[in-house]
């Protein structure tokens, strides 16, 4: 299993190919609401939330950063404790690559398996956003919300989705539990971005 402090990372490297520089527009054909620039993610994963989380003192990493048209990523690891530490990552994707309206299951299970370096979705979760997906891999749990707020086009004027992704580590604590302490930061920060997005074109 890759480290956890790189699994985001190399999310970023896997979808690189399939994401160019992004540009403005809002595409007229996709009826979802509208943000030009990620949201910075260390304004959401904050030390005391990380501390909370960890049950711990805890280190920021020196992958964090803020690519307002690309992604932003926050890393926090406990001190003096082995194995726990916390993700949040926001990040525009293609938008066809997680199309409810369009793609068949298995092609959608596909894309969101590569999504996460190979780890397959242990469940769905209908509930939030247009469709979220959980995945477990040991001590590692994973939360993607495809949020159904449009981002905007790429270098080749394909349109792109915003995708929040949390990510737990924590060996004392199951998947469950860990899954349910970030199921909250996400409908949070959904019901907030929504509340901000440019509406869908027509509205």
Known sequence: ???????????????????????????????????????????????????????????????????????????????GVVGRNVHFTFKFMLHELTDVATLDPARLNFNVTFAASGIPPSATLEDLGKISFAFEKKALTLLMVVTGIQGPADGAGRPSELIA???????????????AQLVPHARRHLQEWLARARPAPGR
């Open 165 to 179: 992704t949390y990510q737990f580590s924590d060996p004392d604590t199951p998947h469950a539990e860990r899954l």
């Open 1 to 79: 299993m890759p480290g956890t402090r790189t699994i985001i990372r190399m999310v970023a490297v896997c979808l690189g190919s399939l994401t160019s520089p992004l540009a403005s527009g809002q595409s007229p054909a996709i009826d979802e609401p509208y943000r030009a620039e990620v949201p910075r993610s260390c304004g959401y994963l904050t030390e005391p939330v990380a501390a909370g989380m960890l049950r711990a003192r805890v280190q920021a990493s020196a992958a964090n950063e803020h690519l307002p048209t690309v992604w932003s990523q926050c890393i926090y690891s406990g001190r």
